[in-house]
């Protein structure tokens, strides 16, 4: 005979998160962008187009900094789950135009020349996952 269960240890039961929820993750990617500041120039070194930064008391009530930061890995997520879709109109997507537009705005206080180009990459732990043509400093 089973041992019977109270409901109260039941109750305590469903308050408690069930961690083999949390037990597998998927892939996590990383987002680097780079520049040059004109044709002949050379390229800069990747760096992380969506560094973490610090936070403070107040961002627990306002914090824009994060929510761009959610935002821009949504668009992330969103740009992986269409190219296991659909790989042939990469470039046509709008994930593709709003992480360029990140990139750039990135950069844009360091790189103030109208014919710089950018690039950007997305790269898990184990290898680069897309790598961006160049593109220019304005939307097209």
């Not at 069930?18 to 962008?33: A, K, P, Q, Y």
């Not at 936070?55 to 992986?80: D, I, K, Q, T």
């Amino acid at each position: 005979m089973a041992p019977a269960k109270s409901k109260g240890l039941l109750f305590f039961r469903a308050l408690l998160p069930n961690w083999s929820f949390f037990d597998r993750t998927g892939e996590v990617f990383l987002l680097f962008g780079r520049f040059r500041s004109g044709p002949g120039a050379e390229w800069s070194e990747w760096s992380d187009v969506l560094p973490p930064r610090p936070r403070g008391f107040l961002e627990l009530f306002l914090n824009p900094h994060g929510s761009e930061r959610l935002a821009a890995w949504s668009v992330v997520e969103a740009l992986v789950d269409s190219l296991e879709e659909d790989p042939s109109r990469i470039e046509s997507r709008v994930e593709m135009r709003l992480l360029r537009r990140l990139v750039r705005r990135r950069f844009e206080d360091i790189v103030s020349s109208g014919s710089a180009s950018f690039q950007f990459k997305l790269a898990s732990a184990q290898q680069d996952f897309l790598r961006s043509a160049p593109f220019a400093g304005q939307d097209p």
